[in-house]
């Protein structure tokens, strides 16, 4: 780990009128303030923790899932930092993205078009993939997003959606969740009646194509997680809500 740590770590500044300091690892600029000696100790923890997210010695990362690690590249760093700034450590299914860098960002860049062309905030995104995942049979998805859907509405409506009860829904979300659902078990059973419920609800035939494309390129996301064998992060246990993890009784179990 030492060695990794010394790798990692491009270059140290010491500010010699404040003693301040910073550190570049693997890209990401970290700083601190105090020269004390807890301050050091701290500098000391956060190199190994970061360590821990780099590649061995044979170029290669931790993996989670039945691959083999991919080959670290600069495109696969570039995910792995974006993770340990937004979430502190790098997913498991950044892990098997490595293999293709490129694809997930092309994959979410194609997402990000759907969520702008049907006007979708954050807490009918929530509703869509918990939705969608649950009646999917995700774990992972139905983790993350029922923990994001927590934080924009409540624990309560959360694991609701992946229990398939939306009473804590407006109707138009009603109708979205069910749209959600259907898309993932049974496209090939959805009529012009399923459709006529959504125009019912208020959502234009441009925002039925958004939401549809939507939920259906999350479910192509997932059916590689789960096809691959990434298992839901640790991290998860911890944050999402109790009733959260206590609705999730299907798929692949949080790794340990």
């Not at 301040?20 to 000696?37: C, K, M, N, Y």
């Not at 923790?49 to 570039?78: D, I, K, N, V, W």
């Not at 459709?195 to 479910?219: C, N, S, Y």
């Amino acid at each position: 780990m030492a060695g990794a740590m010394h790798a990692a770590v491009r270059r140290v500044v010491r500010d010699p009128g404040t003693a301040d300091a910073t550190a570049e690892l693997g890209g990401t600029v970290l700083a601190w303030r105090r020269p004390s000696t807890f301050g050091y100790q701290r500098l000391a923890i956060v190199w190994q923790a970061r360590s821990t997210m780099l590649p061995s010695r044979e170029g290669r990362t931790p993996m989670s899932g039945f691959l083999e690690p991919p080959e670290m590249t600069p495109e696969a760093q570039r995910l792995f930092d974006e993770d340990l700034a937004e979430r502190g450590h790098v997913m498991n299914l950044t892990r098997l993205w490595a293999y293709q860098p490129d694809t997930k960002t092309g994959l979410f860049d194609l997402v990000q078009q759907t969520v702008e062309a049907g006007r979708l905030d954050l807490r009918t995104r929530g509703i869509l993939v918990t939705a969608c995942a649950s009646a999917f049979g995700d774990s992972y998805c139905s983790l993350a997003w029922g923990g994001k859907l927590a934080e924009v509405a409540d624990a309560r409506t959360a694991s609701g959606v992946l229990r398939g009860d939306d009473d804590g829904l407006t109707p138009g979300e009603r109708a979205l969740a069910h749209w959600a659902r259907t898309v993932a078990r049974d496209p090939h059973g959805i009529g012009q009646a399923d459709v006529r419920v959504l125009r019912e609800a208020g959502f234009d035939d441009g925002q039925i194509f958004a939401v549809t494309v939507f939920v259906a390129l999350r479910i192509a996301f997932s059916t590689v997680n789960d096809a691959l064998g990434a298992r839901p992060d640790a991290a998860l246990r911890a944050s999402a809500p109790r009733s959260v993890l206590e609705a999730v009784t299907f798929g692949r179990p949080i790794e340990d």
